[in-house]
């Protein structure tokens, strides 16, 4: 979170108290995002059923530099994620783009200068099906203090930005109807230098931006599992937006069962403005502030080199992690899908090696792509739907287009081609329910 000296700390909440006592908690009931809260889905429960606490803490101690995470194919140790360490913060970046990559997202660097110095924040991106312009965000600071050469920054924010990673890797094999990035900025503490960039640059560019969920400090709690989301108050889109989702994320909460008490407070300035959140609101996007409870449980180790793995409530971190992958479900539109699997082999040598199997469905937009393993098989996850099928090798003579393949709700369709020189066979048919499946996309 943004610096902040004692005294104006302790102003920003008073002043957030002051104005929840005057507009009250709840969302005002006439803002609209286009997006609802759908309830409890038994998917989305297995989701983030995977988060796990042992999971987070070993993502998060490598990226405090408590253990050598691996960079560029060599070990290195993350000391330090301050911004104004130019080596420190590039190998920080580079760390999250490797592993948000490695995970099969699109992942880019997106620069901006800091100072008169380049720097960088970290995008990944998974393009929607059905409306990929209009687009949801889940974003943490990864950046830290003290300026010291040690500052683990574990709580702030390496919570939030392990929360966004793990979010990532988990979804990169799902299918939205609308566009989710994941975004990790730099710069944050030295006055929303990265974020600032990245939303004017997003504005710039005419993008739609639905909404903005923010992760930032959510490790640290010693009493009762109370979090914060801070919404704008005021009349414009990105205002009445912003308390619309920060209704949503309250109902999330309350539809996975998770062990949080959610507090919404509404307020136009103080702690809204202290966090990446207030870089898209100033733009007019919609946008929410999801913090621990600063107000009533604020960690005294904050900035210091006392931030460390050792003072996160790990429970508590994975609770408000599956809390955001859930909303960023819900707000992205997850599609139902299946899985399409079969092997493809040629009539006169056997089965080919590099093949590439493309799926289209005229509903979505964009095409899927296999390729089959050294063995002629191939695996895709696919939204439902009945897909025309293109099979091809880098010899013309193996192409062939099967025009039908249904794809159902968590069922494993099952297509076998064979491309001989004259006309194709294939056996379609559907064998047992299943619940996932690999992507190639």
């Known amino acids: 979170m943004k610096n902040l000296a004692p005294m104006a700390l302790a102003a920003a909440l008073g002043l957030s108290v002051v104005l929840v006592t005057l507009i009250g908690v709840t969302a005002d009931p006439g803002a609209s995002s286009g997006a609802t809260p759908s309830g409890r889905d038994p998917y989305v429960d297995g989701l983030i059923g995977q988060i796990t606490t042992q999971t987070l803490m070993h993502d998060l101690a490598g990226l405090s530099g408590r253990r050598p995470v691996t960079v560029a194919g060599s070990p290195y140790t993350i000391s330090t994620r301050n911004t104004q ?206 913090i621990e409870d600063v107000q009533g449980d604020f960690n005294p180790y904050y900035h210091t080199t006392s931030d460390t793995v050792d003072v996160v409530n790990a429970s508590y971190m994975a609770d408000l992690s599956r809390a955001a992958v859930a909303a960023i479900v819900g707000l992205g539109e997850r599609l139902p899908s299946g899985v399409l699997s079969g092997r493809l082999r040629t009539a006169d040598s056997g089965a080919p090696a590099g093949v590439t199997v493309t799926a289209e469905e005229p509903a979505y937009r964009g095409l899927f792509t296999a390729t089959t393993s050294a063995g002629g098989t191939y695996s895709a996850t696919l939204p439902v739907g009945s897909y025309t099928l293109t099979v091809r090798s880098g010899d013309p003579r193996y192409t062939t287009v099967v025009t039908r393949a249904v794809i159902l709700t968590d069922t494993v369709t099952r297509l076998d081609v064979r491309l001989p020189e004259g006309e194709p066979l294939y056996l379609p048919w559907i064998v047992a329910p299943r619940r996932s499946g690999s992507l190639a996309d």
């Not at 309350?254 to 733009?283: C, H, T």
């Open 85 to 290: 360490r130019a080596e420190a913060v590039s190998m920080t970046t580079r760390y999250a783009y490797e592993q948000l990559a490695s995970c099969g997202l699109r992942t880019a660097y997106h620069g901006y200068t800091f100072f008169g110095q380049p720097r960088r924040n970290v995008v990944a991106e998974k393009p929607g099906r059905l409306a990929p312009e209009e687009i949801y965000l889940l974003t943490a600071h990864i950046d830290d203090l003290p300026r010291g050469p040690i500052a683990p920054g574990a709580d702030d924010n390496g919570s939030g930005s392990v929360a966004v990673m793990r979010a990532g890797c988990l979804l990169a094999g799902e299918h939205f109807a609308h566009t989710i990035r994941f975004v990790l900025f730099t710069g944050e503490e030295q006055g929303l230098r990265g974020s600032d960039a990245y939303a004017a640059d997003c504005s710039a560019r005419g993008e739609t931006i639905a909404g903005v969920i923010n992760l930032d400090m959510i490790g640290y709690s010693t009493g009762e599992p109370v979090f914060d989301v801070y919404a704008r108050s005021g009349d414009d889109p990105g205002a009445s937006g912003s308390r619309q989702l920060a209704a949503i994320f309250s109902e999330t909460v309350a539809a996975y069962d998770l062990n949080l008490i959610p507090r919404r407070l509404v307020m136009s300035d103080g702690i809204i403005e202290l966090s990446d959140q207030w870089s898209f609101l100033q733009e007019g996007y919609p946008a929410i502030l999801v």
